[in-house]
């Protein structure tokens, strides 16, 4: 069915990205053909065309589609890349294709775009095998414009096509970062994810293992964590012998702590996990020694893995959930005993949702002093830690950590 064309690509920052690297090696002639390439086009049309979410909707194809472990990867990484590389692919493919396109030509083109500007694959081993992914109405087509993007300049018309992302990201990461590290950071996200595997099984961000090692949990201590879904800092935390209370608003996200504490083997006493609202939570006051905010927030710093999230975000964005952010600190603080730790911490780069929801905090609640945050490859950021994607190869993340006044401390 044919669909609306896509705009050129403008200032708006609505169309396609590039990760705006120099092509690297990759697939080539002895690649696992087509399937792989098919599930990879039926994923990106049901992304883009349905909404759906990149990491829920491919594994339920790659499961359906049978395919063998190493053709599985290379699927993986032709959606992750494309999604990634959108706005720049679109870029090339609206230079020479005119008219209105096929929700699945348009995918088709798209990966076969990643795989010639991004992958580097040889243009004849490109080519042929998007064109046999498409319809027989189509080919002729695909099989033009492919070769037209083969040979292409890539005078990029704006930094933020060459790196594929929103003109705003790029604009709001410049202004709060500065644009050097913001251009390293959008192009550090453009690489494809790594996880660390930790010594219970749990494959996790290794910023998101500092973060959890960071509250400094005791053997022995109740430890809330507000937030906790899907359960990967609330089990760590209880690896280090405390009780963790793993709160989430949804009961569908606290289905994922249960399932996630029950693959390491953790009791639920350990980890007892409860639908609560953040806003509201159902617990006495000075009922914790630590409590952790992992509050939900714009992810601007964990592009790499969330690739499909970079074009679901406004630009209001950040503002809107630094006031979701600044209730949940001031909902959590009663929560904490005199002496207590409170610790925030948002997978994000933007100062609206890290030094200014810290010092709205330290303003509303002058008894609480900062207490110190990890080191490098952390760098200072106001009162705690800003950890940038370029700088250990992790998702970007900022931390702030504060002590609860005892009694002689309330002013």
């Not at 975000?313 to 002496?339: F, K, M, S, T, Y």
């Amino acid at each position: 069915r044919a669909a609306r064309r896509r705009p050129h690509v403008s200032t708006s920052g609505r169309s396609t990205p590039s990760t705006g690297r120099r092509p690297r090696p990759g697939p080539g002639a002895g690649d696992p053909v087509p399937d792989a390439r098919r599930v990879a086009v039926e994923a990106l049309v049901r992304i883009e065309r349905d909404g759906a979410y990149a990491n829920l909707v491919l594994p339920k194809l790659l499961e359906r589609s049978k395919l063998a472990e190493r053709d599985r990867a290379f699927a993986t990484q032709l959606v992750y890349g494309t999604v990634r590389a959108r706005r720049s692919c679109d870029w090339f493919v609206d230079r020479f294709a005119l008219g209105e396109l096929d929700p699945h030509v348009r995918a088709a083109l798209r990966r076969g775009t990643f795989q010639l500007r991004v992958l580097g694959t040889p243009a004849h081993a490109a080519v042929s095998a998007t064109v046999d992914t498409v319809p027989r109405r189509a080919r002729g087509l695909v099989n033009a414009v492919l070769r037209k993007v083969a040979t292409a300049d890539d005078a990029w018309p704006s930094e933020a096509v060459r790196l594929s992302y929103p003109d705003w990201v790029l604009d709001r990461l410049s202004i709060d970062l500065g644009a050097d590290r913001a251009v390293a950071a959008l192009e550090a996200m453009n690489g494809a994810a790594a996880a660390v595997e930790r010594p219970d099984g749990y494959t996790q961000d290794q910023a998101s293992q500092w973060v959890a090692h960071a509250v400094g949990a005791q053997p022995g201590e109740l430890v809330l964590d507000l937030c906790a879904a899907p359960g990967g800092k609330a089990t760590a935390l209880a690896q280090a012998g405390a009780t963790v209370v793993a709160a989430d608003r949804r009961a569908s996200r606290v289905g994922l702590v249960v399932g996630n504490r029950a693959r390491v083997h953790l009791e639920p006493a350990q980890v007892p996990a409860l639908v609560a609202d953040g806003l509201h939570p159902p617990f006495a006051d000075g009922s914790f020694h630590r409590v952790l905010v992992d509050a939900p927030c714009s992810g601007l710093g964990s592009l790499r893995r969330r690739p499909d999230a970079r074009w679901r975000l406004d630009a209001d964005a950040p503002e809107r959930l630094a006031d979701l952010q600044r209730q949940l600190l001031d909902a959590a603080a009663p929560l904490v005993r005199p002496g207590g730790t409170l610790v925030y911490s948002v997978c994000t780069l933007t100062e609206a949702e890290t030094t200014a929801v810290a010092a709205s905090f330290a303003a509303r609640h002058p008894g609480w002093a900062a207490v110190p945050v990890p080191g490098s490859p952390w760098e200072p950021w106001g009162t705690g830690a800003l950890l940038l994607p370029q700088a250990a190869g992790t998702d970007g993340m900022a931390l702030f950590a504060w002590r609860a006044p005892t009694g002689a401390e309330q002013p």
